[in-house]
């Protein structure tokens, strides 16, 4: 149910210059989702009346992410005048003129704050009918945060930027989370009396704290005991830190749910992986986008597979796959390439070195090593000898090859494209392709052999080749020969 006495704010206006990206820091991703995405799906579990995101750097590129990730939310654009304060100034100019409600405001960069978290807040913000209420957590290295300054009593005082904070005031080691709720009345008014005399000449949003609590109304600090969970991302040390964090979570609760994971610390699951009970996660895997795996198949070591689907019992081993199908039962690897479009069927099999691209193998065929398969749909029960190759590209558009059920290819075959090859067909090894055969027939490529005897002799006269050679035929009490046949 939609709380109507709920404003959110989500503030997606910096730069991050620490992060030394050309991506926005806000779009920098966790699990497969963006640091904002993972703020507006939080947000978006309040069911707020209002979700107000305010941007600037970078702005049609956060713009399209809130599109996508939130399309209800209202985009605010921030001006000229620099800092938090102002943000929120802007956003709260924009909620309807009879919203009496309560406004909370979230960074775009703490992406493991949790619904359940944001729900207690609100919570203990409207109990104490507090004008304004804070989170708060201690760090063990506080080092760019702004500290919470408390009073004799235990109250809150005031918030002092790192930047502005005074030797022992740096010394506090329990910081603002920037996660805040005000009562908007009271906001509106502090808001407007806001500047921009600091070292950063900023109009700061904690100085909204220190005019309510000098205006003599009850403001809060509220601790919560999983820093964790409200540490900003402002540099790729900790981004990659975040990401362990929330990986192991991920982790955690797919063995909870029925899955192996023999090794979490080598194991990288995105949020929208799916995995079905009884699933096996060997070393060094990791399951990317929207990856779904089937009960009992078994994935990995040293797997990558982004938006792919693994059907039941299916094994797949040291692959990198992207956007393909796996069947039941399938066997896939080691060293396999799927590309997009890759479709295997129940049984089929993919070996060693291997490449497979928008292409159908049926079921139960195989293409077990060393072969290039692209744009060809491969029938059931057929099997693809080893190092065979569908030349799909004629310099300038892509072709197909048809593989009949039951077909039977020789090593080294290359199939020039278009061509279709008829069910239960046999090819010779080392035959090339060009045109069609039917079905039941066996297609080669006739050229005698030519045996040039003596030719190491003529050619390679006292090499070990040639004393082995001489060794082989005396053995054998056959005379020597020269390159024309003649005896020696």
């Known amino acids: 149910m939609t709380d109507s006495r709920l ?70 654009d921030q001006d000229e005048v620099p800092g938090t304060g102002r943000a929120v100034e802007l956003a709260v100019a924009a909620l309807p003129d009879d919203f009496d409600g309560d406004v909370l405001i979230l960074s775009g960069d703490v992406p493991l704050l949790d619904a359940d978290t944001l729900r207690a807040l609100v919570e203990a913000h409207r109990q104490a009918s507090d004008s304004g209420t804070l989170l708060s957590t201690v760090v063990p290295d ?102 362990a964090q929330l990986n192991a979570l991920i982790v955690r609760g797919w063995q909870l749910a029925g899955v192996t994971v023999q090794d979490p610390a080598t194991t990288w699951i995105d949020l929208a992986v799916k995995l079905d009970p009884d699933v096996t996660i060997l070393p060094g895997t990791q399951l990317k986008g929207a990856t779904v795996v089937a009960e009992g198949a078994v994935v990995g070591p040293d797997t990558t597979l982004v938006d792919t689907e693994v059907g039941a019992r299916a094994r797949v081993r040291r692959v990198d796959a992207t956007l393909a199908v796996i069947g039941e039962g399938a066997d896939v690897g080691p060293f396999s390439y799927l590309r997009p479009g890759t479709v295997i069927g129940a049984d089929g ?65 290359v199939f020039v494209a278009p061509v279709r090859i008829g069910a239960g067909a046999y090819t010779g090894a080392g035959t090339t392709i060009r045109r069609d055969v039917p ?11 030519r045996n040039r005897e003596g030719w190491v002799h003529s050619n390679r006269p006292g090499s070990a080749a040639d004393q082995a050679a001489s060794e082989a035929q005396a053995s054998a009490g056959a005379e020597p020969h020269d390159e024309e046949g003649r005896g020696r």
């Open 349 to 413: 099999k993919v070996g060693a070195f291997v490449e497979v691209k928008n292409s159908k193998i049926g079921q139960g065929a195989k293409v077990p090593h060393l072969s290039y398969i692209g744009d060809a749909e491969i029938g059931a029960g057929a099997n693809i000898g080893a190092g065979g190759i569908t030349a799909n590209y004629d310099g300038e558009k892509k072709h197909r090859t048809e593989i009949g059920a039951g077909v039977k290819t020789g090593a080294h075959n």
């Open 7 to 76: 404003a959110i704010v989500v503030l997606a206006a910096g730069q991050g210059t620490r992060m030394k990206s050309a991506t926005p820091k806000v779009l920098h991703e966790l699990a497969g989702v963006p640091l904002l995405g993972h703020v507006l799906n939080s947000a978006q579990a309040l069911d707020a009346a209002h979700l107000l995101v305010v941007v600037r750097h970078e702005r049609d590129r956060v713009a399209a992410a809130v599109a996508e990730l939130a399309a209800s939310a209202r985009l605010i």
């Open 142 to 243: 506080p080092t760019g945060y702004g500290r919470i300054v408390r009073d004799a009593d235990g109250a809150l005082a005031r918030i002092v930027e790192h930047k502005d904070a005074s030797r022992v005031e740096r010394a506090i080691d329990e910081i603002n989370a920037g996660v805040y709720v005000f009562g908007v009345a009271a906001l509106r008014d502090k808001l407007a009396h806001l500047t921009t005399a600091n070292a950063q000449g900023e109009k700061y949003l904690t100085d909204v704290i220190a005019a309510l609590r000098a205006a003599g109304m009850d403001v809060a600090a509220v601790p919560t005991p999983d820093s964790w969970k409200v540490e900003g991302i402002n540099d790729r040390a900790q981004l990659s830190e975040a990401a």
């Open 439 to 449: 079905a039941g027939a066996l297609a080669l490529n006739v050229s005698p052999q």
